[in-house]
């Protein structure tokens, strides 16, 4: 069974930073690609981040980019998402999810909140 769980979020105040966590358990990581997706109130979701599975070639939205970086662990199937230099309009629910190689993203985790405060 996929589990995909999401930690780290919380509140923050603008300028900080935090790093989410996506453990990944009943795939084989390597074979996937990853991403971060983001919800905020009233809003529909956007991409923010995704990183390959075997290269590890990253994308960033324009949005984050400079600001927010994604990482993997192969060893410890976890994906990264650091946040820096937080704005309040980064304010949303934070998901992680999975792509078969190529294709379009199509497991998630149940998100983590981050809330920036001005």
């Known amino acids: 069974q996929v589990q995909l769980v999401e930690s780290g979020g919380g509140l923050v105040q603008a300028g900080g930073s935090l790093r989410l966590s996506c453990a990944a358990s009943?795939?084989?990581?390597?074979?996937?690609?990853m991403g971060w997706f983001r919800q905020a109130p009233g809003k529909e979701r956007e991409f923010v981040a995704a990183i390959r599975g075997g290269a590890d070639t990253t994308y960033v939205a324009n949005s984050v980019k400079g600001r927010f970086t994604i990482s993997r662990d192969h060893a410890k199937n976890t994906v990264y998402l650091s946040m820096n230099s937080l704005k309040p309009e980064d304010t949303a629910v934070y998901y992680c999810?999975?792509?078969?190689?190529?294709?379009?993203?199509?497991?998630w985790g149940q998100g983590t909140q981050v809330t920036v405060s001005s």
């Open positions: 009943g795939l084989t990581f390597s074979s996937f690609d």
């Open positions: 999810a999975r792509a078969p190689r190529s294709k379009s993203f199509d497991y």
